[in-house]
């Protein structure tokens, strides 16, 4: 009873356990319907990226999540596809050779914009030679992010929390992602035990 309430909540288990490699293999079906959905949302909007843009997409995701855990102020939905539209365009137009800085409309995507604008220049100082083509797959893939997030709260509605849709869908993405079968990395020197 214990490993099928915990399993993975409470318990780190390691990854060869064979109770967590059935449970992986036949998940529940509300699990599964739930994949399915997830995948029947994001597949049509991400099908015509290239791996690169792909790529930085989930990159992009993982900041915002990343900031979101941290947060004080937790951004919705409107924050982050905000936030990813502002800094598409200040990508958009230093490629036209203006220099411009873009302004959010909220304090929350404000700051979604100072994380993910450090995160493109490190992204641009990384690239080298290859500078340009990266702005424009960044351009492409935060647009990208900016269509999903407001397009989560009315594909993929959260009762839980309206207005955080977006958020749900993508820790459950970024969660699966964890490993190539979806269960988070273990960490070898932490208990398997979590006490509350």
């Known amino acids: 009873m214990c490993c099928g309430t915990k399993r993975l909540t409470e318990i780190v288990c390691p990854h060869d356990c064979v109770y967590l490699s059935a449970a992986r ?3 529940p079906a509300v699990v599964q319907r739930q994949h399915e959905r997830d995948m029947a949302f994001l597949l049509p909007r991400v099908a015509d990226l290239t791996e690169a843009q792909y790529r930085l997409l989930l990159f992009a995701q993982a900041v915002v999540l990343q900031h979101a855990r941290a947060a004080t102020l937790v951004p919705h939905d409107a924050d982050v596809a905000d936030a990813a539209a502002t800094v598409a365009a200040t990508l958009e137009t230093a490629g036209k050779g203006i220099i411009y800085e873009h302004q959010a409309g909220s304090v929350p995507a404000q700051r979604l ?5 450090r995160a493109v220049a490190d992204l641009r100082q990384r690239a080298g030679a290859e500078v340009g083509r990266v702005e424009r797959d960044c351009a492409v893939a935060l647009r ?6 407001r397009d989560a709260e009315a594909a993929a509605p959260d009762t839980a929390a309206p207005h955080s849709s977006w958020l749900t869908f993508a820790t459950r ?3 699966q992602a964890g490993t190539a ?3 988070p990395t273990p960490v070898a020197d932490e208990p398997r035990i979590i006490v509350p």
């Open 113 to 117: 914009v100072t994380e993910l604008g």
């Open 144 to 149: 990208r992010l900016e269509t999903i997030a």
């Open 173 to 175: 993405l970024m969660g």
């Open 25 to 27: 293999t036949h998940p």
């Open 181 to 183: 079968d979806g269960a």
